[in-house]
């Protein structure tokens, strides 16, 4: 994840590496698109290497003074991949971006004041040996040249991202993993010094399909609705701290396969995490809000419109497959679970070891009756 989280960063940068260029080069030019849009066109061909079509630049430094930045009217990014459902790679209406240049000049710091990519799309793509479509930035956009711009960036500061109705295709041959995000508007503000990362994301309600074939006879498919979230974090060495807050949405899941059928419907779902990983370690919170939840397996239904909650403070070592719950509860209706202890997935003896510890409230013989399928009554 912090691999990734660098990539985006470093390839944001890039791409604003053109606009800088660009704009150093529109403060002696008469401020028209018909200067700066060639200029900026030629620049990208340097750092992405696929078929880019950019339509109008202009610059926005009377729109938004005192800062000052470049619009560009609809961007397309095209590179065809054997096997990918569409060539273009990014189709972007309309991008801002405001740089704060008095950073750069006197600090040599790339400050993003705002960014924004508004009604877009893009087809994300990985075929069956790990070619991907979105490979597209060469050496000088990790590396830049810096014989020519003279730019390596002490601090990569983005103040504010903004992602306005956008939609993501994401498709992984080598997974069988397809997911389909629709109307993704996203605040993003972080920044970056050396190998720390320090960032929020604001995301408001959007819309996912999900579906994974784990193999040829079986199939599972998610639907999420209206799902939104704040993600607070930080990555500092090997240390990862963050929480998250995740609004009421809803979910449906359905998995087939030859000898096993399950539904699943969640209502009004709605999640709370915080928690610090350290390496191996990962010790944290998570509250799940009591949700409404329908579930199936094959013809009997097991639950229907239940009343489910969970509470877990726990600790965990990642490679041993190990869990500590300091403190746990689980609830459904009206009955509730108190329990502590130990989980364990012991590899070597291919079974699950448990060291739990349980303490009930009072549990009416008749919720617990209602909770069984008519077929096993």
Not at 70 to 78: E, H, S
Not at 163 to 177: F, Q, W
Not at 200 to 206: L, S
Request: proline share 3%; aromatic share 8%.
């Amino acid at each position: 994840m912090k691999k990734i989280l660098k990539i985006f960063l470093i390839s944001l940068a890039s791409l604003l590496l053109i606009v800088i260029i660009a704009g150093g080069i529109a403060t002696w030019l008469i401020f028209t698109p018909e200067k700066l849009t060639p200029i900026v066109t030629k620049q990208a061909a340097k750092y992405i290497h696929c078929k880019s079509e950019i339509g109008e630049v202009e610059l926005t430094f009377f729109s938004t003074f005192p800062q000052f930045g470049l619009k560009t009217r609809q961007l397309t990014l095209i590179n065809p991949v054997t096997g990918t459902p569409n060539d273009t790679l990014l189709y972007v209406k309309e991008i801002i971006g405001i740089i704060n240049m008095k950073a750069l000049i006197k600090n040599n710091e790339l400050i993003v004041n705002d960014f924004s990519l508004s009604n877009g799309s893009v087809c994300i793509f990985i075929d069956n040996n790990g070619n991907a479509n979105f490979d597209i930035f060469g050496d000088a956009a990790s590396e830049p040249d810096t014989t020519q711009t003279g730019l390596i960036f002490k601090v990569i500061d983005i103040e504010n991202v903004d992602l306005k109705n956008m939609n993501v295709l994401y498709i992984d041959e080598s997974m069988n993993l397809k997911a389909d995000v629709r109307r993704l508007t996203a605040k993003i503000n972080g920044s970056m010094k050396t190998d720390d990362i320090v960032g929020k994301i604001d995301v408001q309600p959007f819309d996912l399909s999900m579906e994974y074939c784990p193999d040829e006879s079986s199939v599972l498919k998610t639907e999420i609705r209206n799902f939104s979230a704040k993600i607070n974090g930080s990555m500092k060495s090997d240390v990862i701290n963050a929480t998250v807050g995740v609004n009421p949405f809803d979910l449906t899941l359905h998995y087939d396969s030859d000898s096993l059928k399950l539904d699943t419907d969640v209502r009004n779902l709605s999640v709370a995490i915080s928690g610090t990983s350290n390496n191996d370690n990962f010790s944290g919170k998570i509250r799940l809000n009591p949700c409404h939840v329908t579930f199936g397996l094959g013809n009997d239904q097991y639950l229907q419109d239940a009343l489910i909650g969970l509470n877990i403070v726990a600790d965990a070592v990642l490679s041993r497959q190990f869990v500590q719950m300091n403190e746990a509860t689980v609830s459904v209706n009206d009955l509730k679970l108190d329990f502590a202890g130990t989980v364990e997935n012991d590899t070597v003896r291919k079974q699950i070891a448990t060291d739990l510890s349980y303490k009930f409230d009072s549990w009416q013989v008749k919720s617990i009756m209602a909770l069984i399928p008519t077929t096993f009554v």
